[in-house]
């Protein structure tokens, strides 16, 4: 079912954005003016078509890889998404496809990269950015009183990187937490995918935030985290939080 997602008005201020959706994939990709035409909106969707008929094609082969909770040993000749998917997720100890929203940006974004001199792709929360600016990633956690009032800074020293979220209390992903919001950085948008989803899964209550941040802390590879559980928030990482900008 397609979820309206509103916050993607703002998610990249200054770029020209455009939608693509294929079956369950769903990006909202931002590029600079000069980078941006018919022919990159293409080459989006040629991408992702490969990337589907990869995944889907193995998963005829192994279907335990779609449905596990568990880190899970692929497959000889397994294709490159395939193998990125289970390392992002052995290294969160979580299954395979607690990282798949976070490696398609990835992929899409290292492939614009190539043409494009600055690239944010948004896969649901999940959000690969390459900028020669700072950017603010806004921070959508329910009901929660952060929802709309902070702001994580990316420095465009630290770019390209991954920024995903993980929630056990909005939208139709699967969390065995009730963070309310679960957000890791690293370099790898699918390690960050994955490592969210673990961090989350820490989270029961708010006095569970500590254990989220720990959680995630013990992943390598992940650089930062900000963990939300209704009036509680904690957070870790060399990133600053800031009073979220208001039109």
């Not at 078509?49 to 909770?69: C, G, H, Q, S, W």
């Not at 690969?128 to 465009?156: C, H, M």
């Amino acid at each position: 079912m397609y979820v309206n997602r509103t916050y993607r008005d703002n998610i990249a201020k200054g770029l020209k954005s455009f939608r693509t959706c294929i079956k369950e994939t769903d990006l909202f990709i931002s590029v600079d003016a000069e980078s941006f035409g018919k022919e990159l909106v293409q080459r989006v969707e040629k991408k992702i078509m490969a990337l589907r008929y990869d995944l889907e094609n193995y998963i005829e082969r192994d279907p335990d890889f779609k449905v596990t909770l568990e880190p899970h040993v692929i497959l000889p000749g397994a294709p490159a998404i395939v193998q990125t998917m289970a390392a992002a997720a052995n290294s969160a100890r979580v299954g395979p496809f607690a990282a798949v929203a976070g490696t398609f940006a990835e992929f899409i974004g290292q492939d614009l990269k190539k043409v494009c001199n600055e690239v944010i792709v948004e896969n649901g929360g999940d959000v690969f950015i390459s900028s020669a600016q700072n950017r603010l990633a806004g921070v959508f956690a329910g009901d929660s009183p952060f929802t709309g009032k902070i702001a994580v800074e990316i420095p465009a020293t630290k770019m390209p990187l991954g920024i995903c979220t993980s929630s056990g209390t909005v939208g139709p992903s699967l969390s065995l937490g009730k963070a309310d919001a679960a957000i890791v950085i690293s370099c790898s948008t699918a390690l960050a995918d994955a490592a969210a989803s673990a961090a989350g899964n820490a989270v029961q209550t708010k006095n569970d935030v500590k254990n989220g941040v720990e959680a995630a802390k013990a992943i390598p590879g992940v650089l930062g985290v900000v963990i939300i559980k209704g009036d509680q928030l904690a957070i870790w990482g060399d990133f600053n939080i800031i009073r979220a900008q208001t039109s």
